[in-house]
Each structure stands twice: as structure tokens, then as C-alpha cells.
């Protein structure tokens, strides 16, 4: 038995005019109309037993489910989407699209992006899809509470196929292939997944799917490895859709110089180059806290460190005295910084992955056949890395669990077991 249901709704809202643009539906048309509520019985009944089918269904799912949520019915309904089974059944159509499909396949849809007629168009695709598809195939279409994917329109679904379930770092890719989102993941597939599983309702995020051309990746063989090339990759390319790394916080950097009577100092300077300072900090308490214990460690004077917590009528220090003092000091420090490597799992079989950190300070990663051990020749293979601040905590962070990572701490000579 066919049978058609249709009715307008009254949203309790008004209508948006660019809704109206697109539907034709006006406040006016919905004086009178029936609430959600006063047509959810029928609604149950109708939906008895039933498949859902749509055309992107989760967009119209989402939505049905969370009107029935709003008045406490809790609903739920085995789907079908007309998308993928026309990608199925058809796979060289140029577009998959409702209006695009119902072109190439020769249906008339007589008044696109409303309901009833864009439901009688979605009847029909799914009608010419069932005379070419087997019966088990169409059963299979059928999802269970599976997540539905939304993918972009201009990425090719192979590439979103070749994603594989590995530990990496992802790009997505505009037209002329710059990445505009950057992201790491444990397992690429389930986290690339993720941006096309959620319903693209809002414009923003309509419009970063319209820009997705291209998905590649990097295989990284450890989620730390993936941390450390994300950090990386982010600041070289400056992703349009990263945030985080984006928001670009002003750090304290402890740099180090020559004043007019010769004396070495240190002093806190506010920046984002980290790169001529011999230690960075977050905040200017967390350096002013170690410049502190630097002097009263060392016994340096404080005024030689920028700092404004000293004796007014103390004599200051000889150069020279002053200047071996926190020469010896900062070696002293850079000494009880550690060096270490970690060793964990390769992209492949044969290979294992390996990040060194030498006196506190990133030095780069590398991936290294089983047979090689020397500290020399792994430095050889690294993939340098600037340390930053970011990939500093990254690195305080995995090491602070020693327990679960293959830690091993270095001297210059030994080789590594």
C-alpha cells in the first residue's frame, strides 16, 4: 500500500527570509498550521515497522528525532539513504545530489526543497536503484544506528576509502591542494570519519565542506609521533579552520646579553620567536619564578637577571666574577636536563619509530629498521624538529608516564639496546 502524508508546520518561530528564497514557504502559509506535537500520533503510525529512506537521510532523521525528543517520545528507525545506493547503483552519474540524479536519471522533480515533492523524487531514485541492485545489497544499505557519512562534494569517495585505521597526522586540502584543516589521530579513518558523520546544518560549517577537495595523510606509527608532526605541520601551513594553534599567545622568553659595562645578563622579553632565547615560559611569573631560583641557587645577583626583588645597597659584583658565575650556572642547569629516546612502533612491521630529546630539547624523530641501534647513525635519520613550546609540553607530558613508553635514557656514548 502507497500512501502520502503531508502537511505544513507551524515552527512557533518565524520564518527566515532566505528560507523563504529557498522553499517558498512563508509566515503567512503557516498561520494555522498544526505543531509537531499535534501530528507526532499520526506521525508513530505511520513510521510502524517502516525504513526510513531519504536522500542524505540523516539530515531529515536528525531532525524527525529531535522533534520527537522534544516532546519525550523517543524514536528511532532503521534507515536507507538514496545517496549511497545511487553511488551504488550508479556509479558513473557525474553528481549524486538530489536535483543532479533526478536529472541524469530523467525524473522531474516539480518543485525542488519542498517536502512532499522532493520525497515523491526520492521515491523514484530509490525505485530505479532497486531495479539494479541485488536484494541482499539493498539489505545491506540498511543502517542500524551506524554513524551516516556526509562526504564533501568535490572529494573523491576513493580517497576518503584509502584512509586507513592507523596512527598519523591528516590534511584536508582545498582546491589548489593548500590544507585548511591539519589533525592528528590515533586511527586516521574513525577521526576523518568524524568531520562527515555530523549534519552540516550551520553556513560555517557548510562552507568548510564546500571546500574540501582532497584528503591525504602521513602514517606516524605513534600517537606522540602524530602530537609532534600536527604542532609542526600547523606552523608551517597556518590551516585556515585550526584554531588552537592559531590563537597565538605572546610567551616570555629568558634571552641572554652583553650590557655597556660588560656584564652578562639575563632578562624576561614578551614574543613568539623562541627561537634566540635560552628558555621559554608561558607566563611572566613561571619565568620570574626561575630566574629566581636561579639566583638563589647560584648566588647571582638579581639585578644581573632582571629581576626587582634586591638589596638597594648592595655592592654590586666584579665582571668577571659575575660573568663565570652564571656561565657556569646555565651549563650547570643544561646539564641536569635530560636526554632520552623513545622508542615505539613503526609505520610498518620492520621498522620501529624513535624521537630524541637531547638536554631537554627536541630534536626530531625518525622510523629505523630493527638493525639499527648507534646513536650517531640514528641522529643521521632524524627528522629535525624545532622545539617549541607546545611540543615541549607535549614531550614533559608522555614522559612524566614512563611507564607506558619505551624511555631511554642516553649518554653520548651507548648505543641503544
Known amino acids: 500500500m502507497i500512501r502520502e502524508f503531508q502537511t505544513l508546520l507551524n515552527p512557533g518561530v518565524f520564518v527566515p527570509s532566505y528560507i523563504t528564497a529557498l522553499t517558498g514557504i512563508t509566515n503567512e502559509m503557516l498561520e494555522g498550521a498544526p505543531t509537531f506535537e499535534q501530528v507526532a500520533e499520526e506521525l508513530l503510525e505511520l513510521f510502524e515497522d517502516t525504513v526510513f529512506v531519504a536522500h542524505n ?13 522534544a516532546i519525550g517520545i523517543k524514536w528511532q528507525s532503521k534507515r536507507m539513504c538514496t ?47 532497486k531495479a539494479v541492485l541485488d536484494e541482499d545489497v539493498l539489505k545491506k ?116 646579553y652583553t650590557d655597556q659595562k660588560g656584564y652578562e645578563r639575563l632578562a624576561m622579553q614578551r614574543g613568539n620567536n623562541t627561537s634566540s632565547g635560552i628558555k621559554t615560559f608561558s607566563t611572566a611569573y613561571r619565568a620570574k619564578e626561575w630566574l629566581a631560583k636561579l639566583a638563589t641557587e647560584f648566588e647571582i645577583d638579581m639585578r644581573l637577571l632582571g629581576l626587582d626583588m634586591f638589596d638597594v645597597n648592595a655592592v654590586w659584583p666584579a665582571t668577571d666574577e659575575h660573568n663565570n658565575k652564571l656561565e ?44 639499527i641501534n648507534d646513536l650517531e647513525v640514528i641522529e643521521s635519520y632524524l627528522k629535525l624538529l624545532p622545539s617549541t613550546e607546545t611540543n615541549t609540553s607535549i614531550m614533559r607530558g608522555f614522559v612524566e608516564n614512563p611507564e607506558v613508553h619505551n624511555v631511554v635514557m642516553l649518554n653520548e656514548s651507548v648505543a641503544i639496546e
Open 57 to 69: 537521510v540523516s539530515f531529515d532523521y536528525s531532525f524527525i528525532k529531535a522533534e520527537f525528543e
Open 328 to 371: 657556569e650556572a646555565l651549563q650547570a642547569l643544561k646539564k641536569r636536563e635530560p636526554s632520552f629516546i623513545i622508542r615505539g612502533t613503526g609505520r610498518a612491521e620492520e621498522e620501529y619509530s624513535c624521537i630524541m630529546v637531547k638536554q631537554g630539547v627536541l630534536r626530531g624523530y625518525a622510523f629505523l629498521s630493527r638493525d
Open 83 to 129: 545517496v549511497k545506493l545511487s553511488r551504488k547503483a550508479f556509479p558513473a552519474a557525474p553528481s549524486h545530489s538530489l536535483g543532479n540524479i533526478c536529472n541524469w536519471l530523467g525524473i522531474h522533480n516539480q518543485q525542488a526543497h519542498r517536502a512532499l515533492t522532493d520525497a515523491r523524487a526520492a521515491a523514484e531514485v530509490f525505485q530505479k536503484c
Open 141 to 256: 544499505m540498511i543502517t542500524r544506528g551506524a554513524p551516516e557519512i556526509f562526504l564533501p562534494a568535490h572529494l573523491d569517495r576513493k580517497e576518503f576509502d584509502e584512509v586507513p585505521e592507523k596512527a598519523g597526522v591528516y590534511y584536508l586540502l582545498n582546491e589548489k591542494g593548500k590544507p585548511i584543516y591539519i589533525g592528528k589521530a590515533k586511527n586516521l579513518k574513525k577521526r576523518v570519519q568524524q568531520h562527515f558523520t555530523v549534519n552540516p546544518e550551520s553556513k560555517r560549517l557548510q562552507d568548510f565542506m564546500k571546500e574540501i577537495h582532497h584528503i591525504t595523510f602521513e602514517l606516524t606509527g605513534t600517537e606522540l609521533i602524530a602530537l609532534l608532526l600536527e604542532d609542526f605541520e600547523i606552523r608551517q601551513h597556518w590551516p585556515k579552520h585550526n584554531a588552537a594553534q592559531k590563537n597565538r599567545v605572546n610567551k616570555q622568553n629568558i634571552i641572554r
